[in-house]
């Protein structure tokens, strides 16, 4: 064999150990992502298992809760486990609140916990009629025809904007005029700008009610109803956008 | 030739001319100096200050000023209140120590998948099972369900949440809301009879009754009944044209055709829920 030859061959074989070597000791792609997805997998399971943990939860207590689901584009009313009543959502969003252009991010996500004692704000109230009975027997003798009590409807006018305010500074605002196409441009301004009023009122007292806004576009008739027919003291919890676990 | 009264007075000046009697000497009487006028100054008087000339370019000055604070402001207010940003879920994220290969993650895997299965069955368990009934007392309307169907849906009347007091005897207080919760079936009577309560007599201003059979009242709750607990029920009503407003003293009337729906579907133990 020729030294040229045999050159050659110690080349070769140099570089051929070499290149295991740097085989054996260099990075594995499809073994990499592997793990990020089972790891994703596993998060993904804590997550849909904490959602499960809170449902078993407020399905135990005593108090009426809503469960917001993304995914299904859906806001239920319900108490210890049972459906009591649904309500199609449009549109969500988050709001965060901001002062002279410097905003205030809240570090905390909607889903992140169970939001507690929600009241309606404004909120709806009873008007109670008072009767002193007269004693026996001291009936007058042409009595009048009992009035006839107004409807719901007509009890609880349903404002363009409301609020369900939570303890722990999360608020839902419900707009059902957004939903609503036949409501004209002039009352929609009118609206816009008392209501622009009152967010910056709000934002600029510190924001305590309102850390976290969650936005929620519902029917006109579904948003009367569920001003109409909130229990007072209910509960909140968002569920995954990603699918029901 | 008299001067044009329209022209400033002289100085002091006298115009001499050859006046009528050509005599040459000053003619002007005062009754000939034109008039200036209220408005205008004497002449030679000095602009007031503030009306002309240095005070208009404060009072220019301010309007921009306050112009521009206005201007301010409403940049302020414009980027003050709330920013909004469609919904986005919350990105799972791994909590804990990370499984060292992929035995410990299998494993793990499978803890987790348990836990899932037993939090879903016992999520399962606390729902009602089979049809239940749902009461929307400010609304007046009662549901009959089984899970996400809806198997009835009826006008009822709930609570008028008046107030009655009592002027003599015992001045009691009686408030007529439906009860807000979970409660179940406890008995259930058809032609039901209604034992009348005190209040009952009190509204009505009769004598409240000793003998309990003059308390009996036979027809006023339809064709049936569901008892509920503490003197409440589900039951028929004579005033069909009141229904879907709140004028029962916490009672559930129902319409005589949705009440036989009901009927048919109910059973002691069913949950009533009334929100």
């Known amino acids: ?245 | 030739m008299a001067p044009s009264p329209s022209l400033p007075p002289s100085t002091g000046e006298t115009a001499t001319d050859g006046g009528p009697d050509g005599t040459g000497s000053p003619s002007r009487s005062p009754e000939m100096e034109p008039a200036r006028g209220p408005l205008l100054p004497p002449r030679g008087t000095p602009p007031a200050a503030g009306r002309f000339g240095p005070a208009r370019p404060r009072a220019r000055a301010a309007r921009l000023a306050l112009g521009a604070l206005g201007l301010a402001l409403l940049l302020l207010a414009a980027g003050t209140g709330y920013r909004y940003e469609p919904y986005a879920p919350q990105p799972p994220a791994f909590s804990g120590d990370a499984p060292a290969d992929a035995r410990a993650r299998e494993q793990q895997t499978a803890r987790l998948n348990a836990r899932r299965r037993d939090l879903a069955a016992r999520l399962a368990a606390a729902a009602p099972r089979g049809v239940y009934i749902v009461i929307d007392q400010t609304q007046n309307r009662l549901y009959l369900r089984r899970g996400d169907e809806t198997l009835l849906q009826a006008v009822c009347s709930t609570g008028s949440g008046m107030v009655l007091r009592e002027s003599t005897g015992k001045k009691r207080q009686w408030v007529f809301d439906s009860p807000r919760g979970r409660f179940e079936v406890r008995s259930m009577h058809k032609d039901p009879v209604w034992a009348k309560p005190d209040w009952a007599f009190v509204e009505e201003s009769q004598p409240i009754p000793r003998n309990p059979k003059d308390r009996l009242e036979y027809g006023s709750l339809g064709e049936y009944a569901l008892r509920f607990g503490d003197g409440f029920m589900i039951h028929g009503t004579l005033y069909e044209r009141l229904l879907g407003r709140a004028v029962s003293h916490g009672c559930i009337r129902v319409g005589r055709e949705d009440l036989r729906v009901v009927w048919a579907n109910a059973r002691v133990g069913m949950p009533i829920f009334i929100y």
């Not at chain 1, 929609?188 to 209501?195: D, K, T």
Request: charged fraction near 25%; include cysteine; hydrophobic fraction near 45%.
């Open chain 1, 1 to 245: 064999m020729t030294s040229g030859a045999q050159r050659a061959v110690v080349l070769a074989v140099t570089a051929a150990g070499l290149a295991c070597a740097l085989a054996a000791c260099g990075p594995k792609p499809a073994s990499r992502d592997g793990d990020a997805h089972a790891l994703a997998e596993l998060a993904r399971l804590q997550r849909d298992n904490a959602l499960l943990a809170r449902q078993v939860e407020l399905a135990a207590g005593k108090d009426f809760y809503l469960l917001l689901d993304p995914s299904a584009a859906r806001l239920t009313l319900m108490l210890k486990g049972a459906i009591l009543q649904h309500f199609a959502v449009r549109a969500m969003h988050v709001g965060h609140p901001r002062v002279a252009w410097v905003g205030s991010r809240d570090p905390r996500h909607v889903q992140s916990t169970v939001w507690s004692a929600g009241e309606l704000d404004p909120p709806r109230l009873i008007d109670r009629l008072v009767i002193d009975a007269a004693p026996p027997g001291a009936a007058s003798e042409e009595e009048a025809a009992p009035a006839i009590p107004p409807t719901p409807e007509e009890l609880y006018p349903v404002p363009s904007r409301y609020h369900i305010r939570f303890a722990e500074g999360l608020s839902v605002e419900v707009r059902p005029r957004e939903g609503d196409a036949a409501v004209g441009w002039w009352p929609r301004l009118r609206a816009a700008v008392s209501e622009k009023a009152r967010d910056v009122s709000s934002a600029v007292r510190g924001a305590e009610r309102d850390a976290i806004r969650l936005r929620l576009v519902l029917d006109p008739k579904d948003a009367q109803s569920l001003y109409r027919s909130l229990p007072p003291s209910v509960r909140l919890l968002v569920l995954d956008g990603r699918g029901a676990p």
